[in-house]
């Protein structure tokens, strides 16, 4: 069924593929003997959860089935990779593999981090959205997806009864909902405008309600440029919630970990997340349900498509096994394993696997349906850390300064182009 309505995808992912794979630098020569593989992941395979235990179990299944490759893995995080990746490529240190997250690879690649990926990366057709976005400065491909995710609206059905409320299906009715959510003692909508994360939770929340009202965040130039009708709908419901009394008397300090646990330990009734957390909060508490983005009044309820990606560092002196490597974990034996903590496979030759047809898969089956039917991809420009700094920054003003809904779009807008 996915494979059947991503082949218009699939189509495009082809011919991307061939044309980028034309432009792919050669490499030099791979150095004979075992080889080992320096890979920076956020995920620490120690902890014990889901996506956690599926990373811990492809790596070593690789390993298994390559025994001249090792894979040496490097916990970062994000933030700590955004300002180690570009001085380790000056110095020479790159990681032979990293993982990145798809609006920060336009910034890598500006930033020197990525070695054009190899020309066996171009027989790879089968992506089910295409991955002509994930390219360098002069257009050659530097990464490919390892999983997709889009934003999902939780909510805590517990809370919801108690109030006597449904699942919002509008922005203005999440501001109602989440007004008589705070009045019963709980947090009524969990956001963050810290930006110690990168300002995870605001961006996110941010990229899908942009594309929900078809607003472009940057012009032809690179420059931030979303300060107009359909984005100041955006600065208008983070002020009516507000104004409602809706957010947590420490929005300003909150991070998507936060809110994220909030939703696990049943004080937050509702928030945008990725959809990646459907298995993981599901497991954690039974009464967190998730459904598709409120409307928005000039749009619909249809996000962005993003995820992580896998790419290979400058300078890397074994590009044959690091392509290798990403080409195992992006493959069908690896997908099935993936999609076991929840993350959606990029390839339609995963949903051949057996798991996929287990009631065990229902879960991320309907996320991969949700994803595919709810979602866009979209280019990024190079200074996505920026905005999102931006608009933490402006949520911090929304809150303790009382900006106004168009206010807090231009202040953002303008913080982002300094």
Not at 140 to 163: G, S
Not at 249 to 273: E, F, K
Not at 323 to 349: C, D, L, N, S
Request: hydrophobic content about 40%; charged content about 20%.
């Amino acid at each position: 069924m996915i494979l059947r309505r991503w082949s218009v995808a699939l189509a495009s992912a082809a011919i991307a593929g061939v044309m980028l794979a034309g432009c792919a630098a050669d490499t030099e020569p791979e150095l004979q003997g075992p080889v080992t593989l320096t890979y920076w992941d956020f995920l620490d395979p120690s902890q014990d959860n889901p996506r956690s235990n599926a990373l811990k179990e492809n790596i070593a299944n690789f390993e298994a089935a390559n025994p001249d490759i090792n894979i040496d893995l490097s916990v970062v995080s994000l933030g700590d990779m955004l300002s180690r990746l570009p001085q380790a490529a000056a110095a020479g240190q790159a990681p032979d593999v990293f993982k990145m997250f798809t609006p920060q690879v336009p910034q890598m690649a500006a930033a020197g981090a990525y070695s054009p990926l190899p020309e066996a990366s171009s027989e790879i057709t089968d992506w089910l959205r295409p991955t002509d976005t994930l390219v360098g400065p002069d257009g050659q491909q530097v990464a490919v997806p390892y999983e997709y995710r889009t934003c999902a609206l939780y909510y805590n059905q517990k809370i919801l009864d108690q109030i006597g409320a449904t699942a919002p299906t509008t922005y203005d009715e999440v501001v109602d909902v989440a007004a008589k959510a705070s009045a019963a003692g709980f947090t009524g909508f969990g956001t963050g405008f810290s930006d110690t994360d990168n300002s995870a939770i605001i961006s996110t929340l941010f990229d899908c309600f942009m594309s929900q009202v078809d607003q472009d965040i940057w012009n032809e130039d690179g420059e931030a440029d979303f300060a107009t009708k359909k984005g100041e709908e955006f600065g208008n419901f983070l002020a009516d919630l507000r104004d409602a009394g809706a957010l947590a008397g420490s929005v300003v300090s909150d991070t998507y970990s936060t809110v994220t646990d909030g939703l696990a330990n049943g004080t937050v009734a509702m928030a945008v997340l990725g959809s990646e957390r459907v298995v993981t909060l599901g497991g954690q508490n039974p009464d967190v349900s998730w459904t598709s983005l409120p409307m928005a009044s000039t749009g619909d309820d249809t996000g962005s498509t993003f995820g992580w990606t896998l790419g290979i560092g400058t300078g890397s002196k074994n590009v044959d096994a690091a392509w290798k490597f990403i080409e195992y974990m992006t493959g069908p034996e690896a997908g099935a394993v993936m999609a076991t903590g929840g993350e959606v496979p990029t390839r339609a030759a995963a949903y051949d696997e057996e798991f996929f047809s287990t009631p065990e898969a229902d879960v991320v089956n309907s996320v991969a349906e949700y994803v595919e039917s709810k979602s866009e991809p979209h280019i990024y420009a190079d200074n996505w850390v920026s905005l999102a700094t931006a608009l933490s920054q402006a949520g911090q003003q929304l809150v303790l300064n009382g900006l106004s809904g168009s206010e807090f779009i231009s202040v953002a807008q303008d913080a982002a182009n300094q």
